[in-house]
């Protein structure tokens, strides 16, 4: 069975940086696409990075310029590399990939805590 399981999660100063992965343990067929979300406390789940099996891009404006999102295919991972972090990026993240298999079908990482503070 798929799994997602992200790491990279951690406290990092304001202007710092961290890559957060997303492994999955098996196969997903028929990617539509994968994204990063995060979850501040006492706001609603935001997607701030989403990348297409086509290779697009997309990513919320609050990170834009600051957030890249990537995949490497041969390890079943993909990537989002934070730069230039604030504060306010303080978040629960999670990865997401969402498969055309069976309709639509989503997995989701377990989470990481990210926490950006001096």
């Known amino acids: 069975q798929v799994q997602l399981v992200e790491s990279g999660g951690g406290l990092v100063q304001p202007g710092g940086s961290l890559r957060l992965s997303c492994r999955a343990s098996g196969s997903i067929f028929a990617i539509v696409a994968m994204g990063w979300y995060r979850q501040a406390p006492g706001k609603e789940r935001e997607l701030v990075a989403a990348?297409?099996?086509?290779?697009?891009?997309s990513y919320a404006d609050s990170v834009k310029g600051r957030f890249t999102i990537s995949r490497d295919n041969a390890k079943n991972t993909v990537y989002l590399e934070m730069n230039s972090l604030k504060p306010e990026d303080t978040a629960v993240y999670y990865c997401?990939?969402?498969?055309?298999?069976?309709?639509?079908?989503?997995?989701w990482g377990q989470g990481t805590q990210v926490t950006v503070s001096s």
């Open positions: 997401n990939v969402r498969s055309g298999s069976w309709g639509s079908v989503e997995y």
């Open positions: 990348l297409t099996s086509s290779g697009s891009t």
